[in-house]
């Protein structure tokens, strides 16, 4: 069994900065990608950030493009998200997620096997 378990959500201003944090562990798994969901009230879970252990490869939403940025330790089985600039449309339950898979879609749900509980952030105005 994998747990994934995330940490470091809160409130926080317009403008201000979070770092989120997460690990896995459990038995033996793969791990050939760890990234950053988040579903906002009435909204469906989307893409927020990836990074791929081999080469260290980053991948962002968009949205958060310039303002956040990934990183992690493979060897810890842990992935981190600093966010910065943060705005209150960035309000929202961010999840952690693992992939074992060595060819994934980054940005589709379907390709992460393990998922943690989720970190409330809430950004005020």
């Known amino acids: 069994q994998v747990q994934v378990v995330e940490s470091g959500g809160g409130l926080v201003q317009a403008g201000g900065s979070l770092r989120l944090s997460c690990a896995a562990s459990?038995?033996?798994?793969?791990?050939?990608?760890m990234g950053w969901f988040r579903q906002a009230p009435g909204k469906e879970r989307e893409f927020v950030s990836t990074i791929i252990w081999n080469g260290l490869n980053t991948y962002y939403a968009n949205a958060v493009k310039g303002r956040f940025t990934i990183s992690g330790d493979a060897a810890k089985n842990t992935v981190y998200l600093q966010m910065s600039s943060l705005k209150p449309e960035d309000t929202a339950v961010y999840y952690c997620?693992?992939?074992?898979?060595?060819?994934?879609?980054?940005?589709?749900?379907?390709?992460?096997?393990?998922w943690g509980q989720g970190t409330q952030v809430t950004v005020s105005s």
């Open positions: 997620a693992v992939s074992s898979r060595s060819y994934l879609v980054i940005a589709s749900q379907d390709s992460y096997d393990y």
């Open positions: 459990g038995r033996s798994f793969g791990n050939y990608a």
